[in-house]
């Protein structure tokens, strides 16, 4: 099971919207806690379709401030409680008896550096609450910030504000889980995502060859098969099919590249470059690399919307669920 938790800092971005739609269908996360979307529900109802999610709570903002929203599908949850400030969630068996709870609220920073020092006083009550509910740190991979604010190494600001907490009986329950800290792309804060259950990456294996109907919307896939068809004049059918199946795929990735292995690329730079000693260079590095990555992803979006056009289906409310359950289909 996987949980994910962002400090969105304002869900009606477009580049964020796409942020949290590539981690929902690449991460698979079970339940989604998003925290100052700075928007109104019905915006966020739209969100959580494209995002491929059917149960929630969506909570308005004030104005331009908080906003909050927890997601969940593929477990069976029942909603306890929720406000302004937090949202709590009971997981349970089959049976609907529950096994333990997820509760989202916003907590205080562990680390930080950079900027004034913080009033340790204001952030007591919450402290104590914790310290009641016998609860600890999960710990983290990953960079040891969560939340990022300036662009210069004069005014920048480090803090570790996102975090995990859970008690011994749920360790116990889940011995085996993982915190990551994932990239920083969009929001100031970084999303962070806990796997109950971490499963070791044995392979993957290369994919069959398939044709994309997509790909047919360019004029130069009919001049790549008329090509290679005539250019191959002597050989059987089968082997002009094979033939044409090898062009079209290298003129595919020259002309479209690989989307994901690019994404995947600039994803590790970044991450490389924000658990670095930040300097100039590299504050300047982690801006562009995020700028790439909203690009690419943007081009992912339109990727499937395309296949799923080119496969002649109705675009229903043109969200990325959809595209990805038609352009599979």
């Not at 925290?35 to 709570?57: I, W, Y």
């Not at 680390?111 to 919450?126: A, D, P, S």
């Not at 070791?200 to 290679?228: H, I, M, Q």
């Amino acid at each position: 099971m996987k949980l994910l938790s962002w400090n969105v800092f304002g869900a009606g971005n477009p580049k964020t919207g796409n942020t949290l739609r590539d981690i929902c269908w690449r991460e698979r996360p079970n339940v989604v806690f998003l925290m100052e979307t700075k928007v109104d529900a019905s915006v966020m109802e739209r969100t959580k379709h494209r995002c491929g999610f059917e149960n929630r709570v969506n909570m308005s903002s004030r104005g331009r401030s908080g906003g909050l929203c927890i997601w969940w599908h593929d477990v069976n949850a029942s909603m306890v409680s929720y406000s302004d400030h937090h949202c709590a969630l009971d997981i349970c068996d089959s049976g609907g008896v529950p096994l333990w709870r997820a509760c989202g609220i916003y907590g205080c920073p562990i680390k930080k550096e950079g900027g004034t020092m913080r009033r340790e006083y204001l952030m007591q009550n919450f402290r104590d609450a914790i310290k009641a509910c016998n609860l600890r740190d999960m710990g983290f991979k990953g960079c040891a910030f969560t939340w990022q604010r300036g662009k210069t190494m004069e005014t920048v600001i480090h803090e570790r504000l996102d975090r995990f907490l859970g008690d011994d009986a749920w360790c116990q329950l889940f011995p085996q889980f993982e915190v990551k800290h994932l990239v920083r792309i969009t929001s100031d804060h970084a999303p962070i995502m806990m796997n109950t259950t971490v499963v070791f990456d044995r392979g993957k294996r290369s994919k069959p060859y398939r044709f994309e109907a997509w790909w047919l919307s360019n004029a130069e896939c009919e001049e790549v098969v008329d090509t290679t068809w005539k250019g191959n004049a002597e050989a059987k059918p089968h082997e002009k099919v094979a033939l044409c199946a090898s062009s079209l795929t290298s003129w595919a990735n020259k002309k479209f590249g690989d989307i994901k292995k690019k994404l995947k690329d600039r994803e590790n730079k970044l991450k490389e470059a924000q658990g670095a000693v930040l300097d100039g260079y590299l504050l300047e590095k982690c801006e562009r690399l995020a700028e790439e990555i909203a690009e690419l992803r943007r081009m992912e979006e339109s990727y499937w919307f395309a296949r799923a056009r080119a496969n002649e289906m109705k675009d229903g409310d043109k969200n990325t669920a959809y595209f990805h359950r038609k352009a599979s289909y």
